[in-house]
């Protein structure tokens, strides 16, 4: 059927003109003369449009507004917005049936928009089967169907191939368990959404938590990419923390030794397990750390004054959580003799201390 909408034709026949001119003269008001040709053109647009539905609209804004991509140098077509303006409506209606055209043209059943040119008639499908384009699909027009849309045009693919994606989970998740390629698009997918997607953050940490299997391999993971981490910060900042905690500079040939296995492994593929390597650049490191610390008398003392700073404040800490109110309750006689063990450990401790202090040059 061939939509052929011109507002100059007239009517070859003059019934029309007849009764108009009878009710103009059995009327009080007087129209003009005109009026029997707008009364003609309603009623073919009125015959287009009970044949066809909207597709005598749709292919209106196919001809007319320009596919995204087309400058406007490239087509006397216009955009969205500007036909809008020119309808007098919301550049989202036009859109409606902009994108139920293109779904269309996906399907082989009308030209796509670059075939057609303003004013250019084409066979139009019949009428209910519009309604199978521009409502059965009328997520596209909701917030979510919106924000998908504007996804796509981001990545350079029609809004349409995403909205079907959408519309059949069943279908992505076969596709994702089939193909290796698919599961990893799903995934680089999933890892960009969930930097803004605190709610898709926690279901996915519960998941892992509760897949052994997944458990374990984020655990070596994060195993990995702390010891890549030491690694970075000594090569990168050019300052290490030793055994005992101290941060000091690196030397020249440990921060040159760091940079050495930071080159090697960024330049490992993604897929490349960097566990191992993570390993041995960590362990190498760690090594020439306390070879640098032991071959600097003053830096040796200083750690060793602050490994036993550390000490001592974990095992005070611990001995004042011990609360002795109910102790009749659990009293056993090996509590006693444990704490008798600790009192002649701290007396002997305190007495190597008091000995270094007089033995000390400035005591």
């Known amino acids: 059927m061939t939509l052929a909408i011109d507002p100059s034709e007239t009517s070859s026949e003059t019934p029309v003109e007849t009764s108009a001119e009878t ?11 005109p009026l029997s040709d707008l009364v003609a053109r309603d009623a073919r647009e009125f015959g287009v449009y009970a044949r066809t539905g909207g597709w005598a609209f749709g292919l209106m804004v196919a001809r007319s507004v320009r596919p995204g991509g087309q400058s406007s140098d490239e087509t006397p077509k216009v955009s969205a917005k500007e036909f809008a303006e020119l309808a007098g409506c919301s550049p989202e209606r036009v859109m409606r049936y902009y994108k139920a055209w293109d779904r269309a ?24 089967v519009w309604l199978g384009y521009y409502v059965s699909r009328s997520s596209a027009t909701s917030e979510r169907g919106a ?35 698919t599961a990893r698009a799903a995934r680089s997918a999933l890892l960009d959404r969930i930097k803004e997607d605190p709610d898709l953050q926690a279901e996915l940490a519960r998941d892992v938590v509760r897949t052994d299997d997944l458990k374990k391999a984020v655990a070596t993971e994060s195993r990995a990419a702390d010891r890549i981490g030491y690694v970075r910060q000594i090569a990168e900042s050019g300052q290490v923390k030793t055994p ?27 897929d490349e397990d960097t566990g191992e390597w993570a390993a041995e650049a960590f362990d190498t490191m760690k090594s020439l750390v306390a070879e640098a610390v032991e071959a600097d008398p003053e830096l ?33 006689d090996d509590m006693l003799q444990r704490l008798e063990e600790l009192q002649q450990a701290i007396a002997s401790c305190l007495t190597s201390l008091r000995g270094a202090k007089g033995n000390h040059p400035e005591g």
């Open 105 to 128: 043209a996906d399907d082989g059943m009308v030209p796509h928009f670059e075939a057609l040119a303003p004013g250019q008639d084409v066979e139009l499908p019949d009428a209910d």
């Open 147 to 181: 924000a998908i849309a504007e996804a796509a045009e981001a990545e350079g693919i029609r809004p349409t191939k995403a909205l079907e994606v959408a519309e059949n989970p069943t279908a992505l998740r076969a596709a994702i368990l089939a193909d290796p390629s």
């Open 23 to 33: 009710s103009v003269e059995t009327s009080v008001e007087t129209s003009p003369v």
């Open 300 to 332: 040796r003392v200083q750690e060793r004054r602050t490994k036993f700073y550390s000490s001592l404040q974990k095992a005070t800490k611990a001995f004042e959580e011990l609360t002795f109110d109910d102790a009749q309750d659990f009293y056993e």
């Open 244 to 270: 005992a905690g101290q941060t000091i500079d690196a030397p020249v040939d440990l921060r040159q030794e760091a940079e050495r296995h930071l080159s090697l492994l960024d330049e490992l593929e993604e």
